[in-house]
């Protein structure tokens, strides 16, 4: 069920019209309904007793308030740099429930994780299991790891979000993991506990995964014939979700297929790492018609909000539907491009819509929770968008809009 639906003719976020939240908070925003997130994570949660775990990716949606949420819901967190550590920290999340992921931990990095307590780094190279163990030894530390492991799976996404190729920079080779195993065996300062991978992002098929899930048993299979035994497997996030026609599998089948791939390892966990799939339709960014400029062939509907505030469809020609947020008919006879202000030709949420507006009308734009805010910029001086979120008929402001003077305020005149 969706938390974004329109009543009397105005699209509302769970019970507040988003006309009221233009009003009250100005637009460009991104809107949360806490109902939504809690409902993608319950989904989650409810296949995956312990001693699985799911991780939300924190890189999809790093807002404060949405890791506060999923924290008081328990949830484990995938990381990826110590910033996001922090924030966990500073949400309320758990600690021991913190995997850190990425290709390019600094020594800083994991000297706070091992502080802080982490449940597990996810090793992507013998380089850096090398330092991870330099530096929990030098504290006389234990760090748990485990070593992402790149299956060589094709993810049947778009090119740039497919992680699990060889030709990617991700993970160990899987030809080179029996050896790197071994390594991290014999260094001091770790112990050795698990296997990773994550394919890709925005998957809609669930072969893929289960692919990757028979490589990376029978890996954990070989390496327990020479004593080396893992207590858990992590296979990453990637779930699709619905921005257009789309039919990802359902959570609970996603699921249930991983774990029937566990029968005859009773001694691993199964760890998942969602991002998308618990923010991304749980949000909507809010923007307002500032001109329409009609030509022949197609209009233009320019819009305030741009790339800056949302990059995903200028970098990955990624389709949201967009929605006038007064119900509209009929669509229009031209179609039009819904575009930024943001001085690229790049610059546009939307190409060849059909979607009805005027100078001064409000859009939606749809499954902007994911990946939305998290990779907005200033790029043009422009200042990023405030957060909201909803919780049945309450708004919540859980990021101010940025002002002005916050963008040059660590910038210096010369003498
Ligand atoms: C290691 C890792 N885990 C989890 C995720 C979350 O992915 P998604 O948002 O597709 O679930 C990503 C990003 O793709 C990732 O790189
Ligand atoms: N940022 C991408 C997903 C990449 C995930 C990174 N591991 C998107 O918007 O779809």
Redesign the pocket.
């Known amino acids: 069920m969706s938390e974004f639906v329109y009543r009397n003719g105005v699209l509302h976020a769970e019970q507040t019209p988003m006309t009221t939240i233009a009003e009250n908070f100005g637009t460009p925003c991104y809107v949360y309904s806490r109902a939504a997130i809690e409902q993608n994570w319950r989904a989650f949660e409810e296949q995956l007793p312990a001693p699985h775990q799911a991780c939300y990716?924190v890189?999809?949606n790093s807002n404060l308030a949405v890791l506060q949420v999923l924290a008081l819901m328990g949830a484990g967190f995938?990381v990826?740099s110590g910033g996001e550590i922090a924030r966990v920290l500073q949400a309320g999340g758990d600690a021991g429930k913190i995997v850190f992921?990425?290709v390019g931990k600094s020594r800083s990095e994991i000297e706070y994780a091992l502080d802080a307590g982490i449940a597990q780094f996810?090793v992507e190279s013998s380089a850096e299991l090398e330092r991870i163990s330099e530096i929990a030894s030098a504290r006389q530390l234990v760090a748990r790891v485990s070593l992402?492991v790149n299956p060589d799976v094709d993810a049947k996404t778009h090119p740039y979000?497919a992680?699990g190729l060889e030709a990617n920079k991700?993970g160990i080779p899987m030809g080179e993991a029996m050896q790197t195993y071994r390594l991290a065996a014999g260094l001091p300062g770790l112990q050795v506990i698990g296997a990773?991978c994550?394919i890709?992002?925005?998957?809609t098929e669930i072969e893929p995964f289960l692919d990757a899930m028979d490589r990376m048993l029978q890996l954990i299979d070989k390496l327990a014939a020479e004593g080396i035994q893992l207590t858990h497997l992590d296979m990453?996030?990637?779930?699709?979700v619905a921005y257009a026609d789309e039919k990802p599998p359902a959570v609970a089948d996603y699921i249930q297929a991983l774990l029937g791939k566990l029968v005859d390892h009773p001694q691993l966990a199964l760890y998942l790492?969602?991002?998308?799939?618990?923010v991304?339709n749980a949000g909507v960014m809010l923007t307002r018609v500032e001109y329409i400029k009609e030509s022949e062939k197609k209009d233009f509907v320019i819009v305030d909000a741009g790339m800056n505030d949302m990059l995903r469809p200028s970098l990955y020609q990624a389709f949201h539907e967009i929605l006038n947020v007064r119900e509209q008919s009929p669509s229009r006879s031209k179609p039009a491009d819904i575009v930024g202000p943001v001085c690229e030709t790049g610059d546009f949420l939307g190409h060849n819509r059909t979607i009805t507006a005027s100078a001064g009308d409000l859009l939606a734009v749809k499954s902007a929770g994911?990946?939305g805010f998290a990779m907005s910029s200033n790029y043009n001086t422009r200042v990023r968008p405030a957060e909201l979120m909803v919780d049945g008929d309450q708004v919540h402001i859980i990021r101010q809009r940025e002002q002005l003077e916050q963008l040059w305020q660590s910038e210096h005149l010369l003498p």
């Open positions: 990716a890189k999809a995938d990826v992921s990425g996810n992402r979000i992680t991700f990773d994550h890709g992002s925005q998957l990453g996030g990637g779930l699709g790492e969602p991002g998308r799939a618990i991304a994911a990946y």
